[in-house]
């Protein structure tokens, strides 16, 4: 029995090894890594689970998984927090920067028309944002213009870039300058940038929303109807790894053009969005080159981001140059989209 189990072991310490190399070879490469990288947290589990077996059985053998932990600790805290303390109390010079993917104000529970506009710009003056970043924003003009309208008057975000009929949307309090945008393959996934003056100071902010997997619909079928006994749910989940292969390859091209703009930028770089990717990826590992991840710095607590039926996800993220200050990142249980809204706190450079 205990031979088995360090078989067992070694195999998946062989697998956890594996996808740490997922951060270096791009899915258009090799993309079966990429696969291996999003089931990191299981991987995580498991390991643990065997220390805690090991160390029951009273056998040496938890080191095999406590060393492949430790070799990978950087991506560990890229899924766990262990941040306790902020210094929210040093607040000269700094600004609160949220980011959210608002579902179009499609509820995933309740019913259509649920999720009014008042619960959003209510939920952002509590937050007190002084720049937002919205992917997925109302594309209907009956809805997002008054959205607009109240993000300005009640949340003080009266700057706004956006376009009409498009769904990446930022709203800051100060006066934006330079500004681009750029849509990929349809309406929703793409970048926009804008340079925002705040007292004597530009910064350049990005709000991405790069390629969607579209996995939720099969996943939750997969979850609710499959069997593994049946060839169609095995034709479901290979087609779900197909879409994941296709996208993860457009996902790291995408993320190879916004890191060379990032690159060329003459301001420093406050970036936010939907990745659609974890943090384990060739794709986050492009945008957070040479940039610090607030929830690395200042979060607690597992990272989920995604609402959604696939569970243990974190693909919403909050990016900075060094030249900042991280005081404070939260991840907000608000459940009526399918990722959760994320904001922190930069103090200015000084």
């Keep these: 029995m205990q031979r088995a189990l360090r078989w067992a072991n070694a195999v998946l310490v062989l697998l956890t090894l594996s996808s740490y190399l997922s951060i270096y070879l791009d899915p258009g490469f090799f993309w079966p890594i990429s696969i291996l990288a999003l089931f990191y947290p299981w991987l995580l589990l498991l390991n643990i689970i065997f220390i805690i077996s090991w160390v029951f059985l009273r056998k040496p053998y938890f080191f095999y998984s406590l ?46 028309g649920s999720w009014k506009i008042h619960h959003l710009t209510q939920l952002v003056a509590e937050q007190k944002a002084d ?10 003009s009956r809805i997002a213009d008054p959205l607009a309208k109240e993000l300005a008057e009640k949340c003080g975000l009266k700057y706004a870039y956006r376009e009409p009929r498009k769904s990446l949307a930022l709203f800051s309090k100060y006066p934006i300058g330079q500004k681009n945008v750029k849509y990929f393959t349809n309406d929703a996934n793409g970048y926009q940038y804008a340079d ?16 969607t997997n579209a996995l939720s619909g099969i996943a939750n079928k997969v979850a609710k109807e499959g069997n593994l006994q049946e060839k169609e749910t095995w034709l479901q989940i290979k087609g ?13 091209q995408q993320a190879g053009e916004i890191a060379a703009g990032i690159q060329r930028s003459p301001h420093p770089i406050i970036l936010g969005g939907d990745f659609n990717d974890v943090p384990f990826s060739y794709t986050y590992h492009q945008l957070s080159k040479n940039l610090q991840d607030a929830f690395t710095k200042k979060g607690s607590g597992l990272g989920i981001t995604f609402n959604g039926s696939i569970p243990a996800l974190r693909i919403d993220y909050l990016l900075s140059s060094p030249s900042f200050k991280v005081l404070d990142h939260k991840i907000l249980e608000e459940d009526r989209s399918d990722h959760f809204p994320i904001i922190s706190t930069f103090q200015l450079p000084q």
């Design 131 to 140: 720049i937002v970043f919205f992917q997925e924003f109302p594309i209907l």
């Design 240 to 252: 779900m790894i197909g879409r994941y292969k296709k996208s993860a390859k457009t996902r790291g």
């Design 196 to 211: 925002v003056s705040i007292d004597e100071q530009t910064i350049r902010v990005y709000n991405i929303h790069l390629q």
């Design 67 to 112: 060393g492949c932990i430790l070799v990978g600790w950087h991506f560990l805290s890229n899924f766990v927090g262990l941040n306790f303390n902020s210094t929210t109390s040093s607040t000269a010079n700094a600004i609160r920067v949220m980011s959210y993917n608002c579902h179009a104000l499609h509820p995933i529970k309740g019913p259509r």
